[in-house]
């Protein structure tokens, strides 16, 4: 059962959408010019990393020519009705005009998704509730995989009510039961040793004597010499396939000259299921390790984005990462981040206005001839994609266009 959710200039939001996805892409997309680059027309590739200067509505619209079904992970973190202001003509304060806003760039976003495909919406208190009704209005409420929670804080005091240190990250799916299971990296009790140079994930209680609880100094681990006459024949032939294709191996184990069997996994393919509460804090810090600290305000932290990434590209790391709300910059790095991890060839697409850059205050601009030198937050964006690649992929090219009008 579906709850519908209404507000004024529903329709026209929604007619919008309808008409901007149904655009031909082998029509007068095809035929014009989707960016500019340095002034002459550009049409990107599936396979780069961009960073698309201006509107997102127009900029997911041209998207559509060359990355329709292709995005396997959106995240964005959009605009609240705070009461700053913004760059976005269409946004005005109330929650219609959020609604309104939003509408035709999540119906743009899904189109954009692979049928396997997740959107992150990440999300305060703000517009959290209205934000989920509507993502079950877009992407229907039976592809819903539920809401996550980003612990962002822990300090606060001094709040009337009670210290808020958490945000939302509501999530659905294109389809739900072809999205898969979120996944992290494999924690405790296994150890990553390094084996032949290769970081590997070595657990040695895959084995257990039996169920329930153990006495104190009782071993639980049930050792190769007993599987005969513990589990039978049938579990030590599967033992023994598993030690021929080196999942498993044989490790000497306690005085009676017995062996654990232990298995043995690449690091980068170590996974567990992702929970639900999500710690991550020091979005600043992120910044000002690149030298970028105190010019934006409150961005997010590159674990978050890196761990929500991850989770659905564990085993897929050529996907494309969508983000059009980029703000500093985030996005980008924490695809380089989760590159790094498992040598992987993620891209991503980054959209933000070139809206002037507001200081951490949310009160003075910064102007072009600042000691920051970031007159805008897009160029804010590109200076910590540049500064972010040197430290996790100097070999990272990225391109940097803008908005071709129709």
């Known amino acids: 059962m579906s709850t519908a959710l209404n507000w004024t200039g529903k329709d026209a939001a929604f007619a919008l959408g309808r008409r901007l996805i149904s655009t031909d892409a082998s029509g007068h997309l095809g035929e014009g010019p989707h960016f500019l680059r340095e002034g002459d027309t550009y049409v990107p590739t599936i396979d780069e990393n961009m960073l698309v200067v201006g509107d997102n509505l127009p900029a997911l619209t041209r998207l559509l020519a060359t990355h329709r079904g292709r995005i396997k992970v959106v995240y964005i973190d959009p605009p609240y009705n705070t009461g700053n202001a913004l760059a976005y003509k269409d946004h005005g304060h109330g929650h219609a005009s959020w609604l309104n806003f939003m509408t035709p760039r999540l119906m743009l976003a899904r189109e954009l998704m692979r049928e396997d495909g997740v959107i992150f919406l990440h999300l305060d208190d703000g517009e959290s509730a209205w934000a989920q009704l509507l993502g079950h209005e877009i992407f229907g409420e039976d592809n819903s995989l539920g809401t996550l929670i980003h612990q962002r804080a822990k300090g606060g005091g001094n709040s009337?009510?009670?210290?808020?240190?958490?945000?939302?990250?509501?999530?659905?799916?294109?389809?739900?039961?072809?999205?898969?299971?979120?996944?992290?990296?494999?924690?405790?009790?296994?150890?990553?040793?390094?084996?032949?140079?290769?970081?590997?994930?070595?657990?040695?209680?895959?084995?257990?004597?039996?169920?329930?609880?153990?006495?104190?100094?009782?071993?639980?681990?049930?050792?190769?010499?007993?599987?005969?006459?513990?589990?039978?024949?049938?579990?030590?032939?599967?033992?023994?396939?598993?030690?021929?294709?080196?999942?498993?191996?044989?490790?000497?184990?306690?005085?009676?000259?017995?062996?654990?069997?232990?298995?043995?996994?690449?690091?980068?393919?170590?996974?567990?299921k992702l929970y639900s509460i999500i710690k991550a804090l020091g979005g600043q810090n992120d910044l000002e390790d690149l030298g970028l600290g105190g010019i934006f305000s409150y961005p997010k932290p590159v674990e978050l984005v890196k761990t929500l990434v991850a989770s659905q590209t564990f085993f897929d790391p050529g996907a494309i990462v969508l983000d059009f709300f980029a703000g500093s910059g985030t996005t980008a790095q924490a695809v380089m981040a989760a590159n790094e991890r498992d040598a992987g060839s993620r891209t991503f697409i980054l959209i933000q206005t070139p809206e002037p850059l507001q200081t951490k205050n949310a009160r003075s601009l910064v102007g072009a001839d600042s000691e920051d030198g970031f007159p805008e937050i897009s160029r804010l964006t590109a200076e910590r994609i540049r500064r972010a690649a040197k430290r996790h992929d100097p070999e990272l090219h990225f391109t940097e266009i803008a908005v071709a009008e129709q």
Do not use: C, N
Request: glycine share 10%; hydrophobic share 40%.
């Open 160 to 272: 009337p009510s009670f210290v808020r240190g958490h945000d939302y990250v509501h999530v659905w799916a294109k389809v739900a039961d072809q999205a898969g299971a979120f996944l992290t990296e494999k924690k405790a009790p296994a150890k990553l040793e390094i084996i032949d140079g290769k970081r590997m994930l070595v657990e040695t209680d895959v084995l257990r004597a039996g169920f329930g609880r153990y006495a104190r100094g009782q071993e639980r681990r049930l050792m190769y010499e007993d599987i005969l006459e513990v589990k039978g024949p049938k579990k030590l032939a599967e033992v023994d396939a598993k030690l021929g294709t080196g999942e498993y191996v044989l490790r000497p184990w306690g005085p009676a000259g017995k062996h654990a069997v232990v298995r043995v996994t690449p690091a980068e393919k170590a996974s567990s």
